[in-house]
């Protein structure tokens, strides 16, 4: 009877593992979204493990942060940003205001470390695109002419020059776009509010750009980025503690004319949208450089992105190409869990 | 129990915490689909039953199906299309958005399966 | 014109023990249904016992039976309940087959009731939820039961096993 006794025990031994394994069913989770309207884009912020007070007071300061930022940062409407743009095309000293002037220095230092790639002086022929307006040109894209023409200016940020809070631009044709570069310096400015509030697990996510802290409950935040070129998420990464996942897509904004496409992201050295690559994504620690770089190696495209991503101190980097080629760093590909195998991956040398 | 029995049993024991991390690991899909509005909820709709759902944007229509548990937009006033490029949502944490017409989607579920979209 | 039917001793068999089974059949689905899903599936320590007794083809006759005149009886034949209660009983039953089989050429003596028992159990879930995935409910989230679905075939099956050889004990000498 003893093998009686040896089945019961394993069958007590199954319940009790059975009902061990059945609590670690789904819980509520302590998440609060909200979703905020900015800089031209849906943010959606989501907090864990706050309470509801707490998560309100947070949504309205992200709320309040985003819309200050708009208005600061943008371009050519009223505002610090578009009053800089006026004064930089007069060629004389003149005092920045004190929302712009961090933005302004850091993007001059991005522009270094990114070989002249990321360039937001080139805010001209991003307007002569249409590209700088909330809503979408039609076309026909501009003349040869008139493109070539902006080139030949030069516009960079080295032509900006600071002394303390004293500006001024050397040539008259730079206009600042910080498009490629506000929203991450935004996402920063927010987790920073969002931190001294007392949150220490969020995700501000402004469209393709998102700073993550803290975990969720202990488990990292799961991160999907979209297949640029299909319907659905291309790869899952997984980010814990403090980290930026930024992706520069051709498909954000785009025409077409007479069958031909022209998206947002314009090469400073040709004038024309960037060729070859229809994604970047760069996990960083902040999400200013982050929000830089995944500009830069877009543009700098499958030849040249490792040397800009080495030069601008980035970790982990991706490169969608045109023809679905997905070329990474060998770190960056130990993080990635792709959905759909990619038709061909190209490993680079470590960064 | 014969030598063949325990084997079976043990095989049956392993494969059960294999299932548990499987199937609960990552959340699941969804049931749910919270449609947003000019950043604000408007509604939310189950996706057990299939229907399509109209949705006032800023500059128009978008409508939404639900079909086999999973939402996509079908039309929507925008240039891009992106919103419909997205297809089929099913996952908890799934989103997407036609920006223009400033209506957003996202499935909810029990843990999404993603925290955040990049896009 | 007369047909005449000459039932021999195995058909009687199979008679009287799908009749069990059936009993059993019928008794579970008057009892309450705590989990969706979930029956302890008593009938199949009958189908358990012929197979230990009298080998699979007979096995496969009373559990075949049992699903087939459990749902006339209970008025649902070719209801989903009944392409689930046969998709259910076909898994088992082929499966035990392949156990039955295999335990032959295994060295000690092969599969005894409860590693029957376990099997048809897991198998009979596995079925039953594919076809309710394909069939009835295309939704990943049924996905979710499939493990607790799976914990209660293990520890069902155990726990008839263990029926099925004390009964077994019993009955042969």
Known sequence: ?351 | MTRADIVVLVLALALLPMLYVKFWHHGAAGDEVRIMVDGKPWQVVSLKHDRRVTVHGALGDSVLEIKHGAVRFIASPCPSKYCIHSGWLHDGGEFTACLPNRVSIEVIGARARYDAINF | MELSVQPTRADHRIAWLTALAITIHIAESALPNPLPGVKPGLANVVTIAVLCLYGWRMAAWVSLLRVLVGSLLLGTFLSPTFVLSLTGALCSITTLGAAHLLGARLPGAGFGPVGFSLLAAMAHVAGQFYCAYWLFIPHAALFTLLPVLMSMAVVLGVINGIITRTMLQRVTP
């Open chain 1, 1 to 351: 009877m003893s093998s009686v006794r040896t089945s019961l025990t394993t069958a007590l031994v199954a319940t009790v593992l059975t009902v061990a394994l059945s609590a670690c069913g789904p819980r509520p989770d302590p998440v609060h979204k909200e979703q905020i309207l900015a800089m031209g884009t849906m943010v959606n912020i989501t907090l864990w493990g706050v309470d509801n007070d707490v998560a309100q007071k947070a949504f309205t300061a992200a709320n309040q942060d985003f819309n200050y930022m708009q208005t600061a940062y943008h371009p050519w409407k009223p505002g610090p940003m578009g009053r800089t743009n006026q004064l930089l095309a007069l060629d004389a000293w003149f005092s920045a205001n004190p929302s712009v002037l961090p933005l302004i220095k850091r993007a001059k230092a991005l522009y270094h470390a990114s070989d002249g790639l990321f360039n937001p002086a080139i805010g001209r022929l991003i307007g002569l695109w249409g590209f700088h307006s909330d809503t979408l040109p039609k076309g026909p894209p501009p003349s040869k002419a008139a493109i070539e023409r902006l080139v030949a200016q030069h516009p960079t940020m080295d032509d900006i020059q600071i002394k303390g809070i004293r500006v001024r631009s050397t040539n008259p044709a730079v206009q600042l776009d910080t498009g490629g570069f506000a929203k991450g310096y935004a996402v920063d400015r927010v987790i920073d509010h969002l931190r001294r509030l007392g949150v220490s697990n969020a995700i501000v996510d402004a469209g393709g750009d998102l700073r993550a802290i803290g975990s969720h409950g202990g488990e990292p935040w799961h991160i999907g980025i979209r297949d640029p070129s299909a319907p659905g998420i291309l790869a899952e990464v997984d980010v814990k503690g403090d980290e930026s996942v930024f992706t520069s897509g051709v498909y954000e904004r785009f025409y077409m004319y007479k069958g031909k496409r022209y998206h947002h992201i314009i090469d400073p050295r040709t004038g024309y949208p960037a060729r070859g690559t229809t994604s970047a994504t760069v996990i960083g620690s902040d999400g200013a450089t982050s929000d830089a770089a995944a500009t830069a190696l877009l543009i700098a495209g499958p030849k040249l992105w490792h040397r800009v991503a080495e030069s601008m101190g980035i970790k982990y980097a991706m490169l969608v190409a045109s023809d679905g080629t997905v070329y990474m760093n060998p770190a960056m590909a130990k993080r990635m869990h792709f959905e759909h195998k990619p038709p061909k991956v190209v490993l680079s040398a470590p960064l």
